[in-house]
């Protein structure tokens, strides 16, 4: 598999996804984001967008969203148990696996999800994580979890004209967790958990900076 076309491909898709307006729908909004949603191009569910200001510079905002083994996200993101590299394809490029715990009060089980990802930097000084589902030799489904599929999604950390220490953090999430769950549950779990995330990663920010 060509994981960095893969790649490339999955960039220009959140690209043209921050740029399109059409159809969305606010689901949650709080103090720290606005979540809205639309149907999916890409499979049956939706496709959701955070948006919001985080009060930090992009570059500590990063180094806590940044996907790496070791790397804070494993300590402050309630949905990430464990994050492991499969393999480095280049040094913006790498397929990794994530698991993420029981959610939902018990009704989503443990996850795992394999995906390539793409880091890329914008001439404006916005730096996003692109990533999406894939197939890897070295890791099949494994027992006790079950195999998601992330279809494109990814952020953008973006610095604000005038305000070095704030940035524009947007966010999309297309998952489909697999098994078999009520829409409902999932209808509901998408938006709070992006709203938990971007108030979680709120008070990291002023715990792990760069």
């Not at 960095?4 to 307006?21: F, I, M, N, P």
């Not at 089980?109 to 914008?122: A, N, T």
């Not at 999932?186 to 979680?200: A, G, I, T, W």
Request: glycine share 6%; proline share 8%.
């Amino acid at each position: 598999m060509n994981y960095r076309a893969v790649a490339d491909t999955v960039a220009e898709k959140l690209l043209s996804y921050s740029k399109d307006s059409t159809g969305w729908r606010v689901s949650k909004r709080t103090n720290e984001v606005c979540v809205s949603w639309r149907p999916s191009s890409e499979y049956s569910g939706n496709l959701y967008k955070g948006e919001g200001i985080i009060k930090a510079a992009p570059k500590d905002v990063w180094e806590c969203l940044k996907p790496v083994p070791e790397g804070p996200r494993v300590k402050w993101d309630k949905n990430v148990k464990s994050f492991e590299l499969i393999e480095m394809i280049s040094d913006t490029v790498s397929v990794c696996r994530t698991v993420t715990p029981s959610a939902a009060v018990g009704l989503i089980s443990p996850r795992d999800f394999v995906d390539v990802i793409l880091i890329k930097q914008y001439e404006n000084g916005t730096i996003s994580s692109n990533a999406t589902h894939v197939e890897h030799p070295n890791c099949p489904p494994k027992p006790h979890y079950v195999r998601g599929f992330n279809h494109p999604c990814g952020c953008f950390c973006a610095p604000i004209a005038g305000e070095p220490q704030k940035t524009q953090l947007t966010m999309f999430f297309q998952t489909d967790l697999g098994g078999y769950l009520p829409q409902s549950v999932l209808d509901s779990f998408f938006p709070s958990s992006m709203v938990e995330f971007y108030s979680n990663l709120t008070k990291a920010v002023k715990i792990f900076k760069a």
